[in-house]
């Protein structure tokens, strides 16, 4: 039934309404990993046979890295931020990947992303080295404005894409993600975690959920516990003391979520 005369917000709405089921009912073709540390991204890029792109569809200059190639009827991009120009070290953190979130999804209008890698787990909540998680929902835990509305912007709190069918299939343990810009945890950061009800924390994950959410693509959080942060060692030394077993866990699953896209839409997820 069309909208009555002159209400052309609802014209608008259920146009708008039409375009999102026929996206959700279209089979996923393009898939956007984004991986912070070319370390996790390897193993993945092996998996899947992906080139990297020496003719970058990114601005001169940058660092940033595209792998891509097909598997099982899907386009796979990787994009890691890359080495730092001045240091030589990975640019983890939320500015590097804010920025290249934004960049890929221009540049390669992905059906899904998947922000892929290591996390730090709290054993309070369950998590122990080794378990992969599919993160619900993501916020900042560093962002603190304490003034009436901007302390809500200031966490920045956003919902994954539910998966329900894909938990299920592989059995993943679920919980939600935050995000700071230190690989520690100061006393302030441990309130906000808390309060966020966090089972994880990393370092990307809800800067990258910021953009997508702008850009509107739907977005999956898969993390990898290479530490305890409420347990004995110093993060620090358990993170690099597991990230080698800790990667090939997280790419294991990582190729099962792939498979698993494989031939569905997002509404079959």
Not at 181 to 193: G, K, Q, T, W, Y
Request: proline share 6%.
């Amino acid at each position: 039934m069309a909208p009555p005369h002159g209400d052309k917000s609802a014209g608008v709405k259920e146009e708008a309404a039409a375009a999102v089921s026929s996206v959700d009912n279209r089979p996923i073709s393009t898939i956007l990993f984004i991986v912070a540390m070319q370390t996790e991204a390897l193993p993945l890029v092996k998996k899947f046979q992906l080139t990297e792109d020496l003719n970058s569809v990114f601005p001169k200059g940058v660092p940033w890295v595209r792998f891509y190639g097909n598997y099982k009827g899907l386009a796979i991009n990787i994009v890691c931020p890359g080495k730092d120009p001045a240091l030589g070290v990975d640019g983890v953190g939320t500015v590097s990947a804010s920025l290249v979130t934004y960049a890929s999804v221009q540049a390669l209008k992905p059906d899904l992303i998947i922000n892929a890698g290591t996390a730090g787990g709290f054993g309070a909540k369950g998590a122990s080295i080794g378990d992969v998680f599919i993160s619900s929902e993501v916020a900042f835990h560093d962002r603190r404005i304490p003034i009436p509305v901007f302390d809500i912007y200031g966490v920045g709190s956003r919902k994954a894409l539910a998966t329900p069918n894909l938990l299920k299939e592989l059995n993943l343990k679920v919980g939600k993600l935050s995000t700071g810009d230190s690989l520690d945890m100061s006393p302030m950061d441990e309130a906000s975690i808390i309060a966020n009800d966090a089972t994880i924390k990393d370092m990307e994950g809800a800067a990258v959920a910021y953009v997508a959410d702008l850009l509107k693509v739907p977005t999956i959080f898969l993390k990898a516990v290479t530490d305890i942060v409420d347990g004995d060692k110093p993060t620090p030394e358990e993170f690099l003391e597991n990230l080698a077993a800790v990667t090939a866990a997280l790419d294991k699953t990582a190729t099962q979520v792939v498979d698993y896209i494989s031939g569905k839409c997002l509404l079959e997820l």
